[in-house]
């Protein structure tokens, strides 16, 4: 079956400091994935998204950035943490299918305060 | 512009009864809708999905109906029980948008034991 891992779960960072969030999948292969932040008081907005090894596609322009090194991992990061940076980090996978849509599967979170 | 809008942040009902969650779209690309269920500090769960050829589907006691002319769909809980209580966000995609899926911003339902 497939999981998908972030950690951490919780990160306090001072403004400035840079960030570093990990994702891993495990039991699939060549999915898509995406990096989501919940804002309080606000819905789910996609940040980033990737298709394959290399390849990412900013949603929101921002001060952060992702990358996908492997085909199971993508990593979300900024050199310099703003106070609205402050949320909670959500990665998903999906898997595409030629002629069918497929739900996106959510990792546990990273809340994120920068203070 | 937010494409995907959910108008009530919160609803409570008792348990027993029928619990429904509405959900309004705006763009007329979307042709794939989906509900997630969401605990604090947790990562959203699926809960039943719809494509726009259809206008009903029944997963238990979920049911999500789907209204293309209104740009409305809306998820059905019955019975409704206590460990339903959660955020349930509405989510739609467009065909050939690489899956990527708008949000809408969430309803807290609460069920009353």
């Known amino acids: 079956s497939q999981t998908i891992h972030q950690w951490p779960a919780t990160l306090v960072q001072p403004v400035g400091s840079p960030l570093s969030l990990e994702c891993t999948v495990e039991?699939?292969?060549?999915?898509?994935l995406y990096w989501y932040r919940q804002a309080a008081g606000r819905g789910l907005q996609l940040l980033f998204y990737s298709v394959g090894i290399g390849q990412i596609s900013s949603e929101v322009p921002q001060n952060l950035s992702a990358s996908r090194p492997q085909d199971r991992q993508f990593i979300l990061s900024s050199k310099k943490l703003l106070l609205s940076d402050s949320g909670f980090y959500l990665c998903?996978?999906?898997?595409?299918?030629?002629?069918?849509?497929?739900?996106?599967?959510f990792g546990p979170g990273t809340r994120l305060t920068v203070l | 512009d937010q494409q995907v809008k959910q108008n009530s942040p919160s609803l409570s009902v008792q348990e027993g009864r029928i619990s429904i969650l509405n959900c309004d779209y705006t763009n007329s690309m979307f042709d794939y809708f989906l509900w997630y269920k969401k605990y604090p500090a947790e990562g959203p769960t699926f809960l039943i999905s719809?494509?726009?050829?259809?206008d009903k589907n029944e997963d238990g006691r979920f049911t999500v109906f789907l209204n293309k002319s209104a740009k409305h769909l809306s998820l059905h809980i019955v019975p409704s029980q206590p460990g339903d209580s959660a955020v349930y966000f509405c989510?739609?995609?467009?065909?050939?948008?690489?899956?990527?899926?708008?949000f809408g911003k969430g309803t807290k339902l609460t069920v009353n034991p």
């Open positions: 039991g699939t292969s060549n999915p898509n």
């Open positions: 719809i494509s726009s050829i259809k």
């Open positions: 989510a739609a995609s467009a065909q050939g948008g690489s899956e990527k899926l708008v």
């Open positions: 998903a996978w999906s898997v595409p299918r030629r002629g069918r849509r497929d739900e996106q599967f």
